[in-house]
């Protein structure tokens, strides 16, 4: 049986707990089996064979029966998470990218199935994360109520940032499943900056009204603390989208403008890259002169800050990725070798994303053979890190592009990730 979680002499009492309560979590099948042996040993009434087949039939009442491949991505990103556990905050963020991956394949059996299994608050973040993909699917909202019901169960017992991430998960739950009275009582426990962005995000489903501008910068004003552009305008272009869906072109340029002006005013990167969705915006919206005065000031921005700088790349192959979604394939690569030759100068913990994206956009213009080389990249730079935590971080990625293509991990990346014992000949 793998463990979720290393087994090591923790530093405190404190993590000596944490450790004691995540392997009780995980080993009580294994320990009932053990008391069962024991006891059986003392009676001695059994042949041995007897006991072997008792004790199989025992721990078989434990298993969940799930219905995945060994080839399955999703699966092996599984397998590979575990060389996180020794973070355990480490280990539920990628452990819930996975949950998502699965919920977003419509595979909520092995999304609870490892929701059920996260230590600390990893499990009702999980619970509500599956609680808000079924509650926004039609016809299936009953199904979240179970889900949800663990969410905020699991609530009462962790605080902090996590207790509010959590909140904010469960209330958008509740407004998917129409329970609006809940869900503003839920909107009670959380601070300006994370109410903000559930804002952003029922405004982004149609939840809530439609704003005007001057509605919207109103509700702004409050939110005085430096740093918070990026959400300030992720919020404007909610509502801006929430317009064009509408129908309501008019109301919607404001919005864009103030976003436009706002993330030039900053001059920091997290606000400026709210311009490449700006860009997005209104090219769907049929604004195709703002769309391309944003890509282009973006642009500009990515080429002013220097090649060492951990986010160039990054920012450099979701441009490509926009530009490929608009038809654009000669610009695409171009900027996507800009973005290539960034990726020797960066640290080789932030490498991995942008190489993923900028493999998955080669793989849109010419191929999944003008991607496999950069795949392979990716996976020496896992291998090469004397961190082994880096290695199952770099896996877990690689597991998860992969899934997106909807294809198994090729041979090649398989063979890097886990090198085959090399046989000793005498």
Not at 1 to 13: Q, V
Request: glycine fraction near 4%.
């Amino acid at each position: 049986m793998d463990f979720p979680f290393a087994i090591s002499d923790p530093p405190n009492r404190a993590c000596r707990q944490r450790s004691l309560r995540v392997c009780l979590q995980w080993c009580g099948p294994l320990l009932s089996v053990a008391a069962l042996a024991t006891s059986s040993m003392v009676l001695g009434s059994e042949s041995s064979d007897d006991l072997v087949a008792r004790l199989v039939q025992e721990s078989q009442k434990h298993v969940t029966p799930r219905d995945v491949s060994p080839t399955d991505p999703l699966y092996q990103a599984e397998n590979y998470a575990v060389g996180l556990a020794a973070d355990v905050a480490e280990f539920n963020v990628w452990m819930l990218e996975i949950i998502k991956a699965y919920a977003n394949r419509g595979d909520f059996n092995s999304a609870a199935y490892l929701a059920k299994r996260l230590p600390g608050s990893g499990k009702g973040t999980a619970h509500a994360e599956i609680a808000v993909y079924l509650a926004a699917l039609p016809g299936r909202q009953a199904e979240a109520e179970p889900y949800l019901k663990v969410a905020l169960k699991e609530l009462n017992q962790v605080s902090g940032l996590a207790a509010e991430l959590m909140r904010a998960r469960c209330a958008l739950a509740l407004y998917h499943l129409g329970r609006k009275e809940e869900a503003v009582k839920m909107e009670d426990g959380l601070g300006k900056l994370e109410l903000l962005s559930l804002n952003t995000q029922l405004q982004a489903a149609d939840l809530l009204p439609a704003l005007s501008l001057l509605d919207a910068k109103r509700l702004l004003v409050t939110l005085t603390e430096p740093g918070n552009d990026e959400r300030k305008a992720r919020f404007l272009l909610a509502c801006a989208q929430q317009q064009f869906k509408k129908g309501n072109t008019e109301l919607a340029l404001p919005f864009l403008e103030e976003i436009g002006t706002m993330s030039m005013e900053a001059g920091l990167p997290s606000a400026q890259r709210v311009l490449l969705d700006l860009a997005r915006t209104a090219h769907a919206g049929g604004q195709a002169k703002l769309a391309n005065k944003s890509m282009n000031l973006f642009l500009k921005c990515c080429e002013a800050y220097s090649d060492n700088v951990e986010w160039k790349a990054l920012f450099l192959a979701s441009a490509s990725e926009v530009l490929v979604d608009w038809k654009r394939p000669d610009e695409a690569r171009a900027w996507l070798k800009v973005a290539e030759a960034a990726i020797p100068k960066i640290f080789v913990m932030e490498a991995p994303a942008a190489m993923l994206l900028i493999a998955q956009q080669r793989e849109r213009l010419d191929g999944a053979a003008a991607a496999e080389p950069i795949l392979l990249a990716v996976a020496r730079a896992g291998r090469s890190h004397a961190h082994p935590r880096f290695l199952a971080e770099t896996a877990v990625r690689l597991c998860l592009h992969y899934n997106t293509l909807s294809r198994p991990v090729s041979a090649e990346v398989t063979q890097i990730l886990n090198p085959a014992d090399v046989e000793v000949k005498d």
